[in-house]
């Protein structure tokens, strides 16, 4: 006599997010949105003057090439602060809005003063 052959392991049910944990996810996407408005608006702006730059001839290759380095620095500043040994007990929505916090300021001042100047 052949066994049956054995059922499949039924998939564990969903978690729920808890509500603490979804006010958590709304708070930070909440505290990144104006970081990436106004980095988006610098992105604008430094694509206007790379256009702008080229269109009196000159080679905007150097001006984008300085914009993306001190993009690259930024992310990589974040990515060790997001990774450092201090962090690594808090859990990773929690440590997004915290560098959430610590890059408000950046873009938000430059844009200022870009605009403003």
């Not at 499949?8 to 949105?33: D, Q």
């Amino acid at each position: 006599m052949i066994p049956a052959p054995l059922a499949p392991n039924p998939a564990p049910p969903a978690t729920h997010a808890g509500p603490a944990r979804t006010r958590l996810v709304v708070l930070t996407a909440l505290i990144w949105c104006v970081p990436f408005a106004a980095l988006g608006m610098l992105g604008f702006m430094v694509l206007m003057a790379a256009l702008w730059g080229a269109a009196s001839g000159e080679s905007p290759a150097a001006f984008l090439l300085g914009s993306a380095g001190v993009v690259a620095a930024g992310v990589a500043v974040l990515t060790a602060l997001y990774r450092a040994p201090f962090l690594r007990g808090m859990s990773p929505t929690g440590r997004f809005a915290l560098l959430g916090v610590v890059v408000w300021p950046f873009p938000v001042v430059v844009l200022a003063g870009v605009l403003h100047g």
